[in-house]
């Protein structure tokens, strides 16, 4: 699986979110000084996430932006998804191709159960960790997630 530079940023811009009291606004300029990003690169960010309905902004010199929902109720596959990707196994069968049109294993392939078992899996493990078991430190939330990845085995 591969995580993109867009997808790590947004998480973490969404995680600056959640670590302030609920309903207190955060300024994109200030998400972009904590986390070291430009400042119109987080706007971008945050304009994502707003579009796919985790954050709202509001206007104004104490404006920022805020969940839409409890960071109990967004979850790490709900961020992934607001950049587009998660795991795609869909087309699959049309990007591994060799030198021909189509896969020579289309018809009857025995590595696309393999591939979907392992985005099934992923997705599952993603979109049951909500964002809020992410805020703390690094080895509280390695210990909780070490009790995720146990019971979603």
């Not at 400042?39 to 309905?53: C, F, H, I, Q």
């Not at 049951?128 to 146990?150: D, Y």
């Amino acid at each position: 699986m591969k995580i993109t530079a867009q997808e790590e940023y947004g998480l973490r811009c969404i995680l600056q979110l959640a670590s302030v009291p609920v309903g207190e606004p955060l300024a994109g300029g200030e998400i972009a000084r904590r986390e070291g990003l430009s400042y119109p690169y987080v706007e971008k960010l945050l304009w994502t996430l707003k579009r796919a309905g985790l954050t709202k902004s509001h206007r104004g010199v104490k404006g920022g932006y805020v969940l839409s929902r409890s960071p109990e109720e967004i979850s790490l596959g709900d961020v992934q998804r607001a950049f587009g990707s998660l795991w795609a196994t869909k087309d699959i069968c049309s990007r591994h191709t060799g030198n021909r049109r189509t896969c020579i294993h289309h018809g009857g392939c025995a590595l696309r159960p393999v591939w979907e078992g392992i985005e099934q899996y992923i997705v599952g493990v993603m979109d049951g960790i909500p964002i809020s078991q992410l805020l703390g430190k690094e080895a509280l939330v390695q210990l909780s997630l070490g009790e995720t990845f146990r019971m979603s085995a």
